[in-house]
Structure formats: structure tokens, C-alpha cells
């Protein structure tokens, strides 16, 4: 794969109701991101946004975020998953040669739409939306129950990561405020309320308004435009069956697919000691163990130890506050900064190489993974 | 066949689709599935190349790619492989908690390779276990439509 | 970076109609995948390594129906992508699938289109995209009288007649003319197997004889609501070169983005004052021209598909294309230089005014387009075709998707 880096960036701080139009919260991220990276918009030659049609309860949502998108007479596209998959058709864009420059952004605004209601419109609508009980919570519990019993895991290991979690977001400056808390402790979580057993509320994200944008550019215009690029070296993207029953709900064959691809693309052969953090979407504190066993982090049922280490999600990960569309970039915005040694308050000390992941469906059924790296 | 669902209320069978807020056309072999229901039946669908049966039925075979159109019928016995308990309700409008106990489950039926997520009903949370065995309840009034199947209870109690 | 030639070597469609009451929508998209998988000679579904896809989201009521249709569209275990921008949709997944190719990432890509609208309420999912913005209005000071009339450019009729308003006042076109370009798209689609509205003996009277719908455009002349997928399969030059018989390159794409036409966001922007002046369409064709290295497009281009459902559209498309001079098409049509044995065939699939299955639409543009390069189109032109474009617009006729495709690849230039 051909080198393409991440030079510039740019999250807006995420709010449970940010009191700002959706175009007004995109723009401050798209300005804020060619800032970041001292370009122009004309510098602009493609722009691919991520939204989604009933998160923003609009038919073709992304035709009036062309203005604020910086789209405006720029080819343009829109991905509807996760904002990790955008940049995957970002980085496609660049790499093909046509395109110099890419932004790539993610919105949404869980304040104004029901996202667990948009999400039993994800559902086999000849089966499971007429019984209508399986939703967001019941996948997450359902998962996590078989978590817990492939592995021998008790809840209260459940509630640590989740309680470290929330603790990592407490000192992630651009967490959701509602999302920090310097001081949970593990039977806290234990004793919030079950979502869906044996998921708790405080191991479930709390969801916010946000975007987060990026740009992306080839290795020669790269190096002219920052000096301290972030290297896309290895990407993964896999999808697996919507059907939970023919799944190993315990594991993520689509994670281990995708990971071991961006492994092999990035010349990864021992990613326990290669990589120093890992921001992964997990939509539970289960499933950020699930995706970072999957990825080879840690052994399969031994996640937990991962939590002592501290590379897992040192911003919180989607516990920090979780935008759907937008969360799989701001994991990626998260990785770049621990590369770039600007993690204010949560830098891992002489970070180098990260993956980043992003996910949609239920019990993550469709993983993308992205390897990044500094220096040379 | 056609199945409508309001909000608030059951399942009702109108002509030919679900309504949920949109209508759908169930398809070759979903049709199939719910003519079966009507007769107190399980049918499902066999790969017809590595043999997989599916229930509810497809008509693909996600590992073969090959037709899975042969019709089986399966008993109404089968086992539970995996649950939760959720007192939340979330519907296509908002989520509410309506402070009462569901438990859903991941049921496989015997002589079926796949599963389905439906109402396990008759049995305590606290007594519920991952590979118990259990039957088929079916509703009073059968329709030929996904409320046929009221849950899924333990054989011969707990 | 990557020096890769996407080409495509199959392209597949089930049958489209109002009502594809007998299969779901998993299943729908199965057939096209199918028909194109077959037509692929030795290529089997395991070869495929990326998946994309993509439909009008808010239609059918389904939210990333991909998820679930995974098994039905030999998506499992492999990559999938969910691309949608409205009525460019099939046009934004096909670009993606050039891309996907292009990248050097993958190198056997389907890329797959569809709709069922016979499940949802279009015209409902259209208003929505004029009145999502709708509830700030009054407080911006509108009048209720004002909105109402705002409501009515919401849906696509509502923006097309505006266009053929401004079309018909710029080129002195007349509804014969609009209603000879239905007639020419319907009796070619009466030819080609896959089409909903086939009528091989319409008359332009017959057309002019149905009632207005939203003035100058009248029942007859609008496109039909359609069910209906489309399924093309990309891979390299070299792969290409040994599996198919004729591949088809594809030399260019461009995807330009204009501003929203009849009303800015939020009421701020200008939006387009006349929205059949398309300067983003004028600026992908360029974009994509000029990566193919297509100097005079009105005498390299050999066959056109322009997503027309509207027959106005028609008209203006084949000239901000660059196919005809400015208010020159009408002309053309009455001519037949537009007809199946004419100098520029335009539309002989019988065009999105005869089938109209929304997300797939601008995708079967082009994969017509390079099967009339195979030489494999249901309404095949009597001659050779080496280059083509494939055309399509979306959101509120402000995104457009341009491919070019040729039987030779075409270097690019580094």
C-alpha cells in the first residue's frame, strides 16, 4: 500500500444537546480541521462525509452538507456506517491517484432522533422487526452473557473496564462532561441499572451530538504539509453474517479478519508488543474487550489484563461519549493524537504505532481497523 | 401473504406485506415460513449444497452462496442458546422502560443449524439456563403472521 | 500511487416492476447479483473481495438493509460498504467501485444497487428532503402561504418542472418535444428485458393526451416508481483482459457537488437560481473528460445514458455534457441523431423515464453503457460503441455522478 497520512484534524467538543445547527457544528469541524492542517478549502479536491439518512431524519441528508462540508464544487460522496468507513473510501480516493486532498467527516445528533429506535430499523424486517425484541440492548446483553460464559468472566470485570473507561475520559479533554468520572469505582457500575442483563447502564456509552473531521493526503503533498504526518500503514475491513445465532457472539470473526489484513498490509507480526494503543469502537465495555482480543491484543478471555497495561482506549473510547457516524473517526482522531504526542492529559508515553477501529451492526458485524503510525 | 403492526397493539395480518410503518414484502421463502405458522408448523430451508438449515428460512446460504430454497419441516422443540433479560421496550418511535421483565432468547430449534431471537416465556430469570431445552407456545389466535409464536417455555416446567 | 485500470467486465439487473410483490428485498438484490455473477464467465462469487452497495435509505424504511442482506448478496466474510447520495446513488456506487479497484486495495469488486419502493411511500421520502429544514422557517418569518408553496418543490416532480421551466424558456423547446423524448425512451425500452415501462407503440399524441401533473409536465411524461437491482462486477485491466470477451474501462469519473437548488440550507443560502443551468454537472463531465483524455466530447463519445426521469431533463443533461450545443437537443430528437441507429444514441435501455427503481437508477446508466461496449445490450445499437458515458443526479439536482468508459484503457497521466 502506497503512503497516505492523516494531516490534519479536528473534533468538536461533543455535548448531549451541543445548542448549535447541525451545518454550524459541521462547519466549526470542517474549518477547524483545514486550520488544523494550514490548508484552503480550494486545496480541497474531494470530500467524503458519513451520515445517516435517519439519524439526521432527512432523505438524502448529506445534499445540505455540501456548504458546510466544504463540498461545494468538489467531488463528492457520502458513506452511511461508521466514519471509519468513510475514511476507508477516503483513503481509496487518494490512493487511486485522482484525488491530492480528501476530507472525510462524520455527524450526528443523537439529541434530536431516538438512536435505539433508528436502530431496530437495522433489523431483518420480515422476522425480527415485526417481534421487535431485538435492539441495541438485547444484542449488547446477549453478547456480553456469551462473553461471560465462553471465558469464565464475572461481571465485575465487566464493570472495571467500563469503570476505566469512564475514569480515561475524565482526563480526555474532548469527552462528553456527562461521560467523566475521576472517581467511579467498580460497584458503581455494578449497581447502575441493567439495560438488559447482564448489561448495565454504565457499561452502555451515553450518546451525544458531535463531529469529527480529518484530512488525508499522499506521502509527497504529506510531507509539505505538516511535519509531523500520521501514517495510514495497514487496513482491515470485514463484514460477518447479520444472523446472532449463526455467530460466536464471544468473539468478532470480522475484527480478527480485518485486523489480521492490516496486519499483514502494515508488517505486523506480533501486535501484543508491536502496538502501543488501540482505540477501538466497542458499543459495550464487553465489546471493547471482544474487539481488542480479536485484534490480538491480548489472548482470547484474558482482555482484562489489558486495562493494567493502559493502551486500550486511553481516551475513554466510546464510554467517552459516543456520536454515532462520527465515533470510528474520532477513535481514529484519538490514535493520531497519542502518535502525534498531543493526547493532552491521557498520552501514552513514546507511542508510535495504533490501530483505530470502527464498526455498525449488531454485536459488531461489520469491522473496518486501521493501522497508524509516526515518524518516516 | 401481508402482515401490518401498529405501534401500541399485536401483529394484525392484512394482505400481503409487514407494516411497520413501511410495508414489506416477506419474500419466496418467508411466505412459506408463515403459511407453516398457520398450521401450528415450523418450516424452514435447506442449502443445497452443504446441507445448513435455516429457520427462520433464507433462500441464500451466506457460506455457499447457493440456493436454499428445499423446504424442511422442524419440530417445536429446541434449545436455548443464549438470553437476556431487558425491562426496556424500544419501538421505531422511543425506548421505555416499562418496569417489567422480558426475556428474550437466542433459540435454536432442533434440526436447525441457525437460530432465532424470540420471547422466552413461563419461567423465572433466575431459573433460566444456556442449553435447556424448550417448546414452542403458541398464541390463541393464530394468524399466519410472527405473533403466532407467543414464546418459548421449558419442557415439562422447571 | 496505485497505477490500477478498473474495468468492468459484468453487469446484471433482475426483472424490474411496479410490484416485485414476490420477493423481499434480500432477495431482489439476489437476482441482479446472480445474473451478473453468470455473466461473468469464470468468475465465482468467493472471488469477489470487496462488496458495496447502496439504495435510498428513508424509502423502504430500512436502516443499513446491507446488514441483514449480507447472506443474500455474497457479502459474508468479505468487506462491505454502504455508499448513498440520493438519486446519484447507483452513480456514487459505482464510482466506488472504480475506486475500490483504482486503489490498488482490491481487485474483484461488486458493487451492487437496488430498490423497492412498492415497500415505502417515494414521494413522502422525497418531501422530506425539502422539509426536513421546514420546522425553522416560521420563526425566520415565513408566511404559512409561502411554506405550502415550498412544500410542493419538495418532492422531485416539484423541481423538475421548475428545470423544464427554465429549460423550455432558454431553448424555445415545446411539450412535443418533451413528450418525443418519452416516446423515444419507451419504445426502446419495450426492447430490453429488464425494463418496467414498455410501450413499443406510444405516439407523441398519446403522451400530450394525459392530464398535467405540475405544469409543463403531464402524467405521461413522468417516470414510473419501480422495483428493481442492479449488480456490476469491477476488476484490473489484467484480471479483465483474461476473463472477459470485451472489458470495459472505465477512463473517468467525476462526482462535483453544487449547492442545493430552490432553497438554501436553513434559508440562508442563495441555493441555485436556475436549477437546469447545472454547473456541477458541466464540471464533472470536465473532471472526468479530461481523465479519460476526451477532448470534443460531441464527436468521442459514441453512446450516452443520462438519468433522466424527467423527459426535460433529458434534453438538458445530453447538452450540459457536452454532447450538443446549448439548446440544440430538441433538435436532435426530432432529427433521430438521439435514435437507436442516430450518430449519438442517447438512452436506448429506455432511460429512467421508463424505469425508475431510484437507488439503482443511476447505476444502470453506466453498467447499459458498458454493456452496449460489450456489445451485450438488451437494445443493442447497430453500431460499434467504443466510448460511452454513464450520467446520474441526486439530492436536490445538486450531486452528480459522470463515468466514461471505452474499450481501450486510457493512461493515466501522472
Known amino acids: 500500500m502506497d503512503k497516505v497520512a492523516i494531516v490534519g484534524f479536528y473534533q468538536v467538543k461533543p455535548g448531549l444537546d451541543i445548542m448549535m445547527s447541525p451545518y454550524e457544528m459541521l462547519f466549526e469541524a470542517t474549518r477547524g480541521a483545514l486550520d488544523h492542517a494550514g490548508l484552503k478549502r480550494d486545496d480541497l479536491s474531494t470530500v467524503i462525509g458519513c451520515n445517516n439518512d435517519y439519524y439526521d431524519g432527512k432523505t438524502i441528508s448529506n445534499c445540505f452538507k455540501v456548504e458546510a462540508g466544504g463540498a461545494y464544487m468538489k467531488d463528492e460522496s457520502k458513506v452511511e456506517m461508521d466514519g471509519a468507513h468513510a475514511m476507508m473510501y477516503g483513503l481509496m480516493r487518494v490512493l487511486s491517484g485522482n484525488h491530492k486532498l480528501a476530507m472525510v467527516y462524520g455527524i450526528s445528533m443523537p439529541s434530536c432522533f431516538p438512536y435505539e429506535s433508528a436502530r431496530i430499523l437495522e433489523t431483518d424486517p420480515t422476522f425480527d422487526r415485526p417481534i421487535n425484541i431485538l435492539n441495541g440492548y438485547t444484542a449488547g446483553g446477549m453478547q456480553m452473557r456469551a462473553y461471560l460464559n465462553a471465558f469464565g468472566i464475572s461481571e465485575e470485570d465487566i464493570a472495571k473496564v467500563a469503570a476505566y473507561n469512564l475514569k480515561n475520559a475524565a482526563k480526555n479533554p474532548l469527552a462528553l462532561p456527562e461521560a467523566q468520572k475521576t472517581n467511579i469505582s467498580v460497584d458503581e457500575v455494578l449497581n447502575s441499572e441493567l439495560l438488559s442483563a447482564p448489561l448495565r447502564k454504565l457499561m452502555y456509552p451515553v450518546l451525544c451530538d458531535g463531529v469529527t473531521a480529518v484530512i488525508l493526503a499522499p506521502e509527497r503533498q504529506a510531507r509539505k504539509i505538516t511535519d509531523k504526518p500520521v501514517w495510514i500503514t495497514g487496513v482491515g475491513h470485514f463484514n460477518d453474517t447479520y444472523y446472532l445465532g449463526d455467530r460466536d457472539l464471544s468473539s468478532c470473526s470480522s475484527m480478527e479478519k480485518a485486523a489480521e489484513k492490516a496486519y499483514k498490509i502494515a508488517g505486523i507480526n506480533d501486535p501484543k508488543s508491536e502496538i502501543n494503543v488501540a482505540e477501538l469502537f466497542g458499543h459495550t465495555a464487553c465489546e471493547d474487550l471482544i474487539l481488542a482480543e480479536a485484534a490480538g491484543l491480548a489472548d482470547k478471555g484474558k482482555g482484562l489484563s489489558l486495562i493494567n497495561t493502559g493502551k486500550l482506549n486511553p481516551s475513554g473510547g466510546t464510554m467517552a461519549g459516543y456520536t454515532p457516524a462520527a465515533n470510528g473517526l474520532t477513535r481514529i482522531v484519538e490514535a493520531v493524537k497519542q502518535i502525534r504526542g498531543e493526547a493532552e492529559g491521557h498520552q501514552i508515553s513514546g507511542a508510535n504505532k495504533a490501530i483505530a477501529s470502527g464498526q455498525v451492526g449488531f454485536c459488531a458485524q461489520n469491522n473496518i481497523v486501521y493501522v497508524l503510525e509516526g515518524g518516516e | 401473504m401481508t402482515l401490518n403492526i401498529d405501534e401500541e397493539q399485536d401483529v394484525s395480518v392484512t394482505k400481503g406485506m409487514i407494516r411497520a410503518e413501511f410495508n414489506f414484502w416477506v419474500g419466496i421463502v418467508m411466505d412459506k415460513f408463515y403459511d407453516g405458522l398457520q398450521e401450528k408448523k415450523f418450516i424452514g430451508t435447506k442449502c443445497s449444497k452443504c446441507g445448513k438449515v435455516f429457520l427462520p428460512p433464507r433462500n441464500r446460504c451466506g457460506d455457499c452462496f447457493a440456493k436454499a430454497e428445499d423446504f424442511i419441516d422442524l419440530p417445536e422443540t429446541g434449545i436455548l442458546k443464549n438470553f437476556t433479560v431487558t425491562t426496556y421496550k424500544i419501538s421505531e418511535r422511543k425506548t421505555r422502560n416499562v418496569k417489567k421483565d422480558q426475556i428474550v432468547g437466542l433459540v435454536q430449534i432442533d434440526g436447525a443449524d441457525s437460530a432465532m431471537v424470540v420471547p422466552v416465556i413461563n419461567i423465572n430469570p433466575e431459573d433460566l439456563k444456556i442449553g435447556m431445552k424448550l417448546k414452542v407456545v403458541w398464541a390463541k389466535n393464530i394468524k399466519g403472521d410472527p405473533n403466532d409464536i407467543a414464546g418459548f417455555e421449558p419442557i415439562g416446567g422447571v | ?414
Not at chain 3, 410490484?19 to 445474473?35: G, Y
Not at chain 3, 436549477?275 to 468521442?300: D, H, R, T, W
Not at chain 3, 444502470?364 to 460499434?384: C, D, F
Request: net charge negative.
Open chain 3, 1 to 414: 500511487m496505485a497505477n490500477v485500470q478498473p474495468a468492468v467486465i459484468s453487469a446484471g439487473f433482475c426483472e424490474h416492476a411496479s410490484k416485485r410483490s414476490d420477493v423481499n428485498m434480500a432477495e431482489l438484490v439476489n437476482e441482479a447479483v446472480e445474473d451478473c455473477l453468470n455473466k461473468a464467465g469464470s468468475v465465482e462469487w468467493k472471488d469477489i473481495d470487496y462488496v458495496i452497495n447502496g439504495n435510498m435509505p428513508a424509502f423502504e424504511g430500512a436502516n443499513m438493509p446491507e446488514l441483514w442482506m449480507t447472506d443474500h448478496m455474497a457479502a459474508k466474510n468479505k468487506p462491505l460498504l454502504r455508499v448513498t447520495t440520493g438519486g446519484t446513488t447507483g452513480g456514487s456506487v459505482f464510482v466506488s467501485g472504480y475506486y475500490a479497484v483504482a486503489s490498488g486495495l482490491y481487485d474483484m469488486v461488486l458493487a451492487v444497487a437496488f430498490e423497492q419502493q412498492s415497500c415505502g411511500n417515494t414521494t413522502v421520502g422525497l418531501a422530506s428532503v425539502a422539509l426536513g429544514e421546514l420546522s425553522i422557517y416560521p420563526s425566520l418569518g415565513y408566511e404559512a402561504t409561502r411554506l405550502r408553496r415550498n412544500m410542493g418543490a419538495g418532492a422531485a416532480i416539484g423541481v423538475a418542472s421548475y428545470q423544464a421551466m427554465n429549460y423550455m424558456r432558454r431553448s424555445k423547446a415545446t411539450e412535443e418535444d418533451l413528450a418525443r423524448v418519452v416516446v423515444q425512451n419507451r419504445r426502446n425500452a419495450a426492447k430490453n428485458w429488464w425494463t418496467h415501462l414498455k410501450m413499443p407503440t406510444i405516439t407523441i399524441e398519446d403522451v400530450l393526451d394525459t392530464p398535467y401533473i405540475s405544469y409543463p409536465l403531464r402524467f405521461g411524461m413522468v417516470c414510473p416508481a419501480s422495483d428493481g437491482a442492479c449488480a456490476v462486477l469491477f476488476t484490473t485491466e489484467e484480471k479483465a483482459k483474461q476473463i472477459a470477451d470485451i472489458p470495459v474501462y472505465i477512463n473517468g469519473v467525476g462526482s462535483y457537488a453544487n449547492e442545493p437548488a430552490i432553497i438554501g440550507v436553513d434559508c440562508g443560502g442563495a441555493g441555485q437560481t436556475d436549477p437546469c443551468e447545472q454547473l456541477g454537472a458541466v464540471k464533472s463531465a470536465e473532471l472526468a473528460y479530461s481523465q479519460a483524455g476526451i477532448s470534443f466530447p460531441n464527436k468521442e463519445i459514441d453512446y450516452a445514458e443520462v438519468y433522466s426521469p424527467f423527459p426535460n431533463q433529458e434534453l438538458q443533461w445530453v447538452e450540459r455534457v457536452g454532447l450538443f450545443e446549448p439548446n440544440s437537443a430538441p433538435e436532435a430528437y426530432l432529427n433521430g441523431v438521439t435514435a437507436l441507429n442516430g450518430e449519438m444514441p442517447v438512452n436506448c435501455s429506455g432511460g429512467v423515464n421508463s424505469t425508475n427503481a431510484i437507488g439503482a437508477s443511476a447505476m444502470e446508466r453506466p453498467a447499459e453503457s458498458a454493456l452496449q461496449i460489450m456489445g451485450k445490450a438488451g437494445n443493442q445499437v447497430p453500431k460499434t460503441v467504443h466510448t460511452a458515458l454513464g450520467h446520474g443526479w441526486g439530492g436536490a439536482i445538486n450531486l452528480i455522478s459522470h463515468v466514461v468508459m471505452a474499450d481501450e484503457p486510457q493512461r493515466k497521466f501522472k
